[in-house]
């Protein structure tokens, strides 16, 4: 069976590893067929990536853009688009909302009582905007942290220790926990209509981990503001929830796409191709392809 990806994420995203070549070359290894990169409010990596397809490797161009829908923050996904200033735009927004964040972030870190070393935290971003898993990576690896107990979770053995960093984002500053911080991004309508006027599809990321309930009916408003498919297999969504959404999708006639959200150390149990579509829902995910593959007229 093919196997395709279109949700991962190069050092063009602040919370990545890879170079979008080593990223390649790793989906190469893995026998990849189709794949998007896909960093986060930002489509820097699309002409490098484009220049590394061949003819057994179709790479399509794709974004992951923060907005808010109904008072919530979601994503969105782009892919099949031409590159414009308007991304260019995109990421300069983004980049000053996180700019701004980021002082407070280290308040409530540190009302928290966890030292926080902003001089490695510079040295770990390399003069990117640090993200929480980066600061969560220097306060772990301080040595004045390591009896702190709400930190004994992320250590070895610890029952959030399989993926330490992306669980201490999750766990502090996912929404309702004790270091978020409210945030409004761009409309979804308005990101909706960046991708879709550069010739795009867009695309809702795993709205398992948006929403707890009542997916469908989001998406159905979704829907209404342009969105065009549900990325419905994601690592972040249990068989049964990828098995409604899949029906669903199919019955709207709206697009399915599949992605495992690689970034590396991040997440180190998901490697590129890990997306769980079986032989059985090709057919859907190819006619997405298909779509996103055709010359943009922009």
Known sequence: MEKIDLHMHSSYSDDADFPVEVLIARCNKHGINTLAV??????????????????????????????????????????????????????????????????????????????????????????????????????????????????????????????????????????????????????????????????????????????AQDHTRVIDEMFKAGVMGVEVFSSYHSPELVSQLYEFTVGRSAFVTCGSDFHGRNKPKIEVGQCAYGPQHIAEIRRFIAAASVPSSQ
């Open 38 to 211: 896909t960093d986060h409010n930002s489509a820097y990596s699309v002409p490098k990536a484009k220049t590394l397809a061949s003819s057994s490797l179709n790479v399509l161009s794709g974004i992951e853009i923060d907005c808010t829908f109904a008072g919530r923050n979601f994503h969105l996904l782009g892919y099949g688009f031409t590159p414009s200033d308007d991304f260019v735009e995109v990421h300069k927004n983004f980049s000053a909302i996180q700019r701004n964040l980021t002082p407070q972030k280290f308040e409530k870190l540190r009302g928290l009582n966890f030292y926080l070393d902003e001089q490695r935290l510079e040295q770990v971003c390399g003069g990117t905007i640090p993200q929480e898993e980066q600061m969560g990576e220097v306060i772990l690896e301080d040595e004045r942290n390591i009896g702190h107990p709400l930190l004994l979770p992320y250590r070895s053995g610890g029952d959030r220790s399989d993926m330490p960093l992306i669980n201490f984002y999750w766990d502090f500053f996912g929404p309702g926990k004790i270091c978020h911080l409210p945030v409004t991004y761009p409309a979804m309508s308005q990101m909706v209509d960046v991708i879709r006027q550069n010739g795009g599809i867009p695309i809702v990321a795993h709205i398992g981990a948006n929403v």
